[in-house]
Antibody, heavy 128, light 107 residues
Framework: QLQLQESGPGLVKPSETLSLTCTVS??????????WDWIRQPPGKGLEWIGSIYYSGSTYYNPSLRSRVTISVDTSKNQFSLKLRSVTAADTAVYYC????????????????????WGQGTVVTVSS | SYELTQPPSVSVSPGQTARITCSGD??????VYWYQQKPGQAPVLVIYKDSERPSGIPERFSGSSSGTTVTLTISGVQAEDEADYYC??????????FGGGTKLTVL
């Protein structure tokens, strides 16, 4: 059964870079059927999509975070990663990695936004 | 920016039917997905493509769509259904957007 596990520092200083990794186990990240995503949830608040990556390296980002975010993939390690630069207290949140589907038909492929598998989440606090 | 609007809270007694709505201008053109989140846990997908139910999700969970409003219906609500529920869809640029969430209280 496919599982996702986030890892990384739980405390980041303001203005520095938040770096997290999601390890995929029980299946390959190099599949044509899925995208791999990051989503976050500030304390007591709702969910915010950060971005997606395909195993080939194609990325999609939330415009509100695009200038500060980089998502990358390492297929040899079955991992994908998130870097968020110039963090502030507003970036304090539980960060989740998740999987979404990619459907192809008639020669074209589309992203299906069903986040069907999630990691357990990791708490990141931005504080000096 | 595109917004999905949900009621902050819904309350029902056990055995009754709970209906949670989600409104957005583009919902007549985009699929909606619903998630259940219990305290301290990751969200769980309960409805995809407006009305499809993933395997393992009880039949009492259903989804429907009418114009720019979609509804998650939980029939015969049980105590274990008490949770936050989030709708999710896409804006015109393909950015995934979540609703603000609805806290379902089982009285």
């Amino acid at each position: 059964q496919l599982q996702l596990q986030e890892s990384g520092p739980g405390l980041v200083k303001p203005s520095e870079t938040l770096s997290l990794t999601c390890t995929v186990s029980g299946g390959s990240i190099s599949t044509s059927s899925y995208y791999w995503d990051w989503i976050r949830q500030p304390p007591g608040k709702g969910l915010e999509w950060i971005g997606s990556i395909y195993y080939s390296g194609s990325t999609y980002y939330n415009p509100s975070l695009r200038s500060r975010v980089t998502i990358s993939v390492d297929t040899s390690k079955n991992q994908f990663s998130l870097k968020l630069r110039s963090v502030t207290a507003a970036d304090t949140a539980v960060y989740y990695c998740a999987r979404t589907r990619r459907d192809c038909s008639g020669g074209s492929c589309v992203r299906i936004g069903a986040f069907d598998i999630w990691g357990q989440g990791t708490v990141v606090t931005v504080s000096s | 920016s595109y917004e999905l609007t949900q009621p902050p809270s819904v309350s029902v007694s056990p055995g009754q039917t709970a209906r949670i709505t989600c409104s957005g201008d583009a919902l007549s053109k985009q699929y909606v997905y619903w998630y259940q989140q219990k305290p301290g846990q990751a969200p769980v997908l309960v409805i995809y493509k407006d009305s499809e139910r993933p395997s393992g999700i009880p039949e009492r969970f259903s989804g429907s769509s009418s114009g720019t409003t979609v509804t998650l219906t939980i029939s015969g609500v049980q105590a274990e259904d008490e949770a936050d529920y989030y709708c999710q869809s896409a804006d015109s640029s393909g950015t995934w957007v979540f609703g603000g969430g609805t806290k379902l209280t089982v009285l």
